[in-house]
């Protein structure tokens, strides 16, 4: 890696670096994105809104019997429920594809004999969720299941 800038790259980085400064520092420029990320927010507050209320109007009032709701209500409802289900933040999306890229690579650096345990341990703690019913359940060779007529 070179330890100093020639002046050719110099002056293509300046002429670059300039543009984008007077794109994006543009006194025109903020106000008008400010602007439109307001106009944005409110239309999605607007239209998810009113999707509650109507989903609640028209599905949980004759199903349930009970009462309906306004527009304020479901702004509250939506809110109470990305606080209780969501959060703020984006959710299980972001944690469920680390663990799951997490537990790949375990799985990745694992000999064959680990892997196996790992599948028995999990078929132990989990009941045999891969057992059909269909089936007969394999002996394990237990001095009970073991008698034979001798």
């Known amino acids: 890696m070179p330890c100093c800038i020639c002046e050719k790259d110099w ?4 002429k670059k670096f300039l543009n984008i ?21 409110a239309c999605a507050i607007i239209v998810f809104g009113g999707i509650v209320m109507l989903l ?10 009970i009462h309906a709701i306004t527009f304020w209500q479901a702004l509250g409802i939506l809110v109470l429920s990305k606080i209780l289900f ?21 799985w990745n650096n694992m000999t064959p004999g680990e ?3 790992f599948k028995q341990e ?19 060779g237990s001095p009970e299941g073991s008698q034979t007529g001798e």
């Open 56 to 65: 609640w109007n028209n599905i949980l009032v004759p199903v349930l019997s």
């Open 21 to 41: 400064k007077r794109i994006y520092m543009n006194r025109s420029f903020w106000p008008r994105r400010i602007f439109l990320f307001v106009l944005f927010a």
């Open 122 to 140: 999990w078929q132990k703690r989990c009941g045999g969720w891969k057992f059909d019913s269909r089936e007969t359940p394999v002996a394990t």
């Open 115 to 117: 892997k196996e345990r």
């Open 11 to 14: 002056n293509s980085f300046t």
């Open 86 to 106: 969501g959060g703020f933040r984006g959710g299980w999306a972001g944690k469920r594809h680390y663990w799951k890229q997490r537990m790949q690579q375990k």
